[in-house]
């Protein structure tokens, strides 16, 4: 009885520690993420900034019909247009990777619900640890839904930035005349600048979500104690 006694217990530490490893990791991660995205806020900001004044250079070029000057702007606008599309393949390939890392925590929360079932006798503090499991998967299934939701409107704005590209670049400055009558170049600018906008919008709202998630990663890992003290 002794030996049993022991083995479950023994089971019950190893469930328990890897369960903190899982904690921890997440912690880790949610930090980083957290000032990746203060840094990308800040580099974001700027980049939209520098985009906007060049625009404005450009219609001035072309307003005065000025051709050298128009053209290096607009290889100015190409050479930032081509840096935020690899931004945006940057932040897909992040993307996928949170979504795996939403779908790692809530294969967590499953091993968890079910240790946390096969131990249940019904006391005050099994009922509570149901409920706190519940909680939990709630969370991160909307965490995962939310990450999901972002690969998809990035991609989404992957392909509107790589069109807009190709628009500016097939823009011929030599004929400024046909430029100023279509006003072609204005519409492409006014989007792309849009898709930017967006972006940063989308980083701040990041922000916010990961800021949220450390938080009940905070609260999840304040219950995992509460319970090993409660279990042990």
Do not use: C, P
Not at 122 to 146: E, F, N
């Amino acid at each position: 009885m002794k030996k049993i006694k022991t083995s479950i217990t023994g089971i019950l530490l190893l469930g328990s520690t890897a369960l903190v490893a899982q904690n921890a990791k997440e912690a880790i991660q949610d930090h980083n993420q957290i000032h990746v995205n203060k840094s990308t806020l800040a580099r974001d900001d700027a980049e939209l900034e520098a985009f906007v004044g060049h625009a404005h250079n450009l219609k001035l070029a072309i307003a005065s019909k000025n051709m050298a000057a128009a053209k290096k702007n607009q290889t100015v606008l190409l050479a930032s247009m081509s840096r935020e599309i690899s931004q945006t393949e940057n932040k897909i390939a992040w993307a996928k990777r949170e979504v795996v890392q939403s779908s790692q925590e809530i294969a967590s929360d499953r091993r968890e619900n079910k240790r946390n079932r096969r131990q249940y006798v019904g006391s005050t503090d099994d009922h509570r640890d149901i409920a706190r499991d519940r909680r939990d998967t709630r969370d991160d299934r909307r965490d995962k839904k939310d990450d999901v939701l972002d690969l998809k409107e990035l991609e989404a704005r992957l392909a509107n930035q790589k069109s807009l590209f190709q628009s500016l670049q097939n823009v011929a400055f030599s004929d400024l005349n046909k430029v100023i009558k279509l006003e072609l170049h204005k519409n492409i600018l006014q989007k792309f600048v849009v898709t930017m906008k967006a972006d940063l919008a989308e980083n701040k709202e990041e922000l916010r979500e990961d800021k949220r998630e450390l938080g009940e990663d905070r609260r999840e890992r304040r219950d995992d104690r509460r319970e090993r003290r409660e279990k042990y």
